[in-house]
C-alpha cells in the first residue's frame, strides 16, 4: 500500500469521525428523525469498527485515540 493511499484512508476515518460529531451535535441531517439520525451514527459506527481491525493504521503509527473515543460516543448515541 502506498503512504499517500494510507494517509487517505486515515484522512477518510477522521472525516467520517466529523460527520458522527456533526449528526449528534445536529449540525447535519437536521431535518430527520431521531431514528434516522441514529441508524447513520450506527452505519458508520459499524464501518469505523470493520476498518480499525485492521492494524495498517497502528503499524504506520497513525493515532487511533480520537477514532476511537468518536466510536464510543457513537455507539452510546446508537444505542440510547
Known amino acids: 500500500m502506498a503512504v499517500n493511499e494510507l494517509d487517505r484512508d486515515y484522512l477518510h476515518l477522521l ?38 481491525l485492521d492494524d495498517k493504521y497502528t503499524t504506520a503509527g497513525k493515532d ?8 464510543a460516543t457513537g455507539r452510546t448515541y446508537w444505542k440510547s
Open 15 to 52: 472525516h467520517l469521525c466529523d460527520q458522527i460529531e456533526n449528526i449528534i451535535g445536529g449540525l447535519k441531517q437536521t431535518g430527520a428523525t431521531d431514528d434516522e439520525k441514529k441508524s447513520s451514527v450506527g452505519n458508520i459506527i459499524m464501518y469505523l469498527e470493520t476498518e480499525i
Open 64 to 71: 487511533m485515540t480520537r477514532i476511537n473515543s468518536v466510536i
